[in-house]
């Protein structure tokens, strides 16, 4: 049986493990708690702005971290963290949404896929940018497949895409196995890539 968001939320240290990143570094991927938003603040508040610009949110304060965490187990979202062993500070947020909303469904009938959200997940990650480069993604997206597969599901959609100029994500995406599916526009007008995930 798959997983619920209301089991992550009682019994977080089911889903939580220990990862070595290639800097050596032991960090502790684990959900999201209601505590978090002070260090989820910290974590949004040090984005570059080049990160920022291919990470979208309305802001990037506490008011935002306070947002996500009191979002736990009331909506169809699902977030991890991953933190430092040593100090506990967040260095990568990865977010999932088992809802697919209306417009993406419309965009991926024209590349002749059929998006459902019993099987088919969105997917956006956020490494802090001191770890970007360094191995890290791939440290940890096979942990990030494994979440996927225990909510029964069998494809991972990339959240609003990847920008179109954000070559060195796409070269990322495409080693961890996600193919190109199209390419769309977004409302401010910046061009942006489809990206999908088969994980059965």
């Known amino acids: 049986m798959p997983r619920t968001l209301s089991e992550v939320a009682k019994s977080p240290k089911l ?12 960090a502790i991927f684990r959900p999201l708690e209601p505590y978090d938003a002070t260090l989820l603040a910290q974590f949004l508040e040090d ?3 080049q990160t920022r610009e291919f990470y979208t949110l309305e802001s990037y304060n ?4 306070k947002k996500m965490c009191g979002a736990i187990n009331r909506y169809d979202k699902l977030r991890f963290v991953v933190t430092e062993k040593s100090a506990g500070k967040i260095i990568a947020l990865f977010e999932y949404s088992f809802d697919i909303p209306e417009g ?6 024209n590349y002749n896929i059929t998006l459902d959200p019993r099987t088919d997940c969105r997917f956006g990650p956020c490494i802090a940018d001191r770890l970007q480069n360094r191995g890290a993604g791939s440290a940890l997206f096979p942990t990030c497949i494994t979440i996927a597969h225990q909510f029964g599901k069998e494809r991972i959609v990339l959240w609003g895409g990847v920008m179109r100029d954000n070559r ?5 995406y495409e ?11 977004n409302q401010d007008g910046s061009k942006a890539v489809d990206m999908i995930l088969d994980i059965k």
């Open 15 to 26: 889903f939580t493990s220990e990862i070595t990143l290639p800097t050596g570094e032991a």
């Open 104 to 109: 993406d469904t419309e965009r991926f009938v």
């Open 62 to 65: 506490i008011r935002t971290a």
């Open 175 to 185: 080693k961890q196995g996600f193919v190109v599916v199209g390419y769309f526009i």
């Open 47 to 49: 984005l570059s702005s």
């Open 168 to 172: 060195g994500a796409i070269k990322f």
